[in-house]
DNA sequence: ACTTGACTTCGAGTGCGCTCGAACTGGAAG
DNA sequence: CTTCCAGTTCGAGCGCACTCGAAGTCAAGT
């Protein structure tokens, strides 16, 4: 039992391989307040906990699923303010499953578009090919 | 038995209401070489024809999916190629719908994220509200 | 001791997809 | 006949989300 993997903590460029970021990004986040301010060693090199890299992972789903930077920074605010925000922090997350849903469904719409065109070159390629 | 319901051709602004993209796009379009060059009349005015708008149509559900402008371009060059690139334009929707599939295959992933994270709140707000 | 390479901050630059302002024109309504 | 509105072209500007370059620091390996 090796207390680092109890008390791990990664470097900018470590964390960020593990949230699939880059390292100017995961700077970018902090500066943006995306992301509290990060730990630093003694000489001010950042050192991220698990608990970052967890909150990271988390705003690379929200990210991913198109919430834009600015709605992502105010829930970073939002959970800065501890548990008196649960309330809306989960109201930030049913809108914006709303509009995930939302999103898949037009995706579902947009994929027979496709699906009919694709059919229609496979005949018309019959026809004169 | 009107011949205008038969012959129908739009300006600018019909059409950008009717395919939901604002005249500036339609033309942005067209200047892109997303659209071939839309026929004008007399005096220079754009008039759309039916299959303008239905290819304009495709073009936005294309750029739902995602699909770079970039992409799209390249795709509006082979259709110019008439049948000869029927092939071609069939990968590349082939292509397409894959990435489409990875997409919503993602945002399932995440909308999974979501509503654990939505619970987790649900949870705390009960103990400690 | 020296080199290497990952880190620091700062401000500037990039790529994408529009979006707009300016200056002008031309057809239709009152 | 005038007023109005929607259209024209052109080039410039914008918002977003990074992405990078410069100049410097620091710790570890040879």
């Known amino acids: 039992m090796?207390?680092?993997?109890r008390e791990m903590s990664l470097t900018v460029g470590e964390a960020a391989e593990r949230v699939g970021l880059t390292?100017?990004?995961?700077?970018?986040?902090?500066?943006e307040g995306l992301v509290g301010r990060?730990?630093?060693?003694?000489s001010g090199r950042?050192?991220?906990?698990?608990?970052?890299?967890?909150?990271l992972f988390l705003l690379t789903r929200l990210r991913r699923t198109g919430m834009p930077v600015?709605?992502?920074?105010?829930?970073?605010?939002?959970?800065?303010?501890g548990d008196s925000t649960l309330g809306a922090r989960r109201a930030l997350f049913e809108a914006h499953r709303a509009r995930v849903l939302a999103r898949m469904a037009e995706l579902e719409e947009d994929l027979?578009?496709?699906e009919?065109?694709?059919d229609a070159y496979r005949r018309?390629?019959?026809e004169s090919g």
């Open 46 to 55: 950042r050192r991220y906990t698990e608990s970052d890299v967890n909150w």
């Open 112 to 114: 027979k578009v496709l």
């Open 70 to 81: 600015r709605d992502m920074r105010r829930y970073a605010e939002l959970a800065r303010h």
């Open 38 to 42: 990060v730990g630093r060693d003694s």
């Open 2 to 5: 090796d207390i680092s993997t």
């Open 116 to 118: 009919h065109k694709i």
């Open 124 to 126: 018309a390629e019959e």
């Open 23 to 31: 390292t100017y990004t995961l700077r970018w986040y902090e500066q």
